[in-house]
């Protein structure tokens, strides 16, 4: 029997980001395989609707109301929390500009929630996790939701691949100071996905056609398809998977 499973029961996982979008997949997915939730994000009512799916699954799932940006908010709620084992590292956002106009304030809120903020968050969890007694033996994982934008350039993206670069920095530094208890770092890596977030930039059929033009398989990636790679990177079967990327990209960085 070589097939470890993507079982998650008894887990405990934090997502953020997670009412809308990748972030409500991943909670939903992480559900789905037997997890129990935490989920963060700033807008209740899109809180409350993710919390009634994953309760329908007879795990537990609490939700917070919190911008992740707000140090103190967020260390209190992870500090609160009696065990944590899986941290989706979601919340982000992206405001595209040519590199000549990039506004200060834009850069400077981008830096300080695709970078800073998840840096936080990810200190947080990891230091409740070492102080789980069994750590080593149950391991833990982090998963830091960066972009194939961590990889290539892109146009209009110079600070979103300052950010996400960093991340993917970020998770190997991460990953070898903390393979000793056991708990592995890994980024996943999304192509376009029709999201909340993305949609209004698929609207122009221009882009839509270039970003198409860019993807080997010919098609945008699902939510689905970024939520599976997640609970994939949280489960043993990713046990020896540690301070590397899982490209979700159709192709985009073989190229």
Not at 22 to 44: D, F, P, Q, V, Y
Not at 130 to 150: E, F, P, V, Y
Not at 228 to 236: C, H, P, R
């Amino acid at each position: 029997m070589f097939l470890k499973k993507y079982n998650l029961k008894n887990k405990t996982a934090v997502v953020t980001g997670a009412g809308k979008g990748i972030g409500r997949a991943c909670a939903i997915a992480l559900a789905e395989a037997g997890a129990n939730l935490i989920i963060i994000s700033r807008t209740k009512k899109d809180l409350d609707q993710v919390s009634k799916v994953i309760k329908k699954m007879r795990v537990k799932c609490k939700s917070y109301v919190c911008d992740i940006t707000n140090y103190n908010q967020i260390k209190e709620i992870i500090n609160n929390e009696v065990k944590i084992d899986i941290l989706i590292n979601n919340a982000g956002n992206n405001i595209p500009e040519h590199f000549t106009k990039v506004k200060t304030k834009n850069m400077e809120y981008l830096v300080k929630i695709n970078t800073i903020a998840t840096f936080n968050l990810a200190q947080l969890c990891a230091l409740k996790m070492i102080r789980s007694n069994n750590r080593k033996k149950i391991g833990g994982a982090i998963i830091n939701m960066s972009s194939q934008m961590g990889h290539v350039g892109g146009p209009i993206r110079s600070v979103y691949n300052m950010t996400k670069f960093g991340l993917e920095g970020l998770t190997k530094g991460m990953s070898i100071d903390l393979a000793k208890y056991n708990i592995r770092v890994n980024t996943v890596c999304p192509t376009f996905v029709v999201t909340p977030m993305t949609k209004k930039f698929l609207k122009s059929k221009k882009f839509k056609k270039e970003v198409l033009g860019n993807i080997p398989l010919g098609r945008f990636a699902e939510l689905s398809d970024v939520a599976s790679a997640a609970v994939f990177l949280a489960s043993d079967a990713a046990s020896m998977i540690t301070g590397t990327s899982l490209l979700v990209d159709g192709g985009w960085t073989a190229k």
